[in-house]
């Protein structure tokens, strides 16, 4: 007997505006029900309480894709997406499921997490999203460079190295979200200066509490407002050694 996610369609409402159709309610849970069976295999997550699942996995992936009250607006027309450092699927996976019209990119370096997440987009039918095998730091040198509208990167690194990943990626006038749990004005700082080498602004911090353990969350929206000079990302491993 497996668990079930909670149903809480007035959370969603009044937390994100939205909530799933019956299709989409279906994804999650199956979703769900497959993390916990590649759990067994593979070290994915230690998060299987199904209400701590749909927190931490499911709404918090959604919460960072909401800017100002709404959805990115772009996400409704048909945007082009990165998951920078997956994992599980997170927050890739979810965007994937309410997000029909984009193409999500779901990138991580470990094969054995894509190979599981290849069998999740299967089983769950999810053609509108693809996984790729490598380094942020590498495919941003390469033909991945400055081609996404969104770039999403959770539980990655430092706020700065998941800037240097992601900035890169993003085409002149997208966006960069980086999910952090606490955040610091001292930080905003810090951070302001890697953005600035990086070709981006910081447009928004959002502060907000998880809706069942209150838990504080943040998420960084950095706009590329310039084209990233080529010596960024630096090689494999710099971003992390030597940050901006
Ligand atoms: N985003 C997921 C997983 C976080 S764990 C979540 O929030 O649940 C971090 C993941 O990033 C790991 O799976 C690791 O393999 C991947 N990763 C770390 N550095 C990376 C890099 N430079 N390029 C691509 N993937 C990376």
Known sequence: MTNSLPIVAETWQQTLNWQPNPQQQLKFQQLYELILEGNRQLNLTRITDPQEFWEKHLWDSLRGIVLQGKFIPSLETGASVIDIGTGAGFPGIPVAIVAPNCTITLLDSTRK???????????????????????????????????????????VGTASACAEYALPLVKQGGLAVIYRGTWTKEETKSLQNAVNQLGGVIECIEQFTTPLSNSIRHCLYLRKVATTPTNFPRAVGVPTQKPL
Do not use: M, P, S, V
């Not at 095998?133 to 495919?139: D, F, H, N, P, V």
């Not at 941003?140 to 999403?152: M, S, T």
């Open 113 to 155: 997490k894509i190979t599981f997440i290849d069998t999740i987009l299967t089983r769950l039918a999810l053609g509108n999203a693809k996984t790729l095998l490598g380094r942020a730091e590498e495919i941003g040198q390469q033909q991945h460079r400055q081609i996404y509208d969104i770039a999403l990167i959770r539980a």
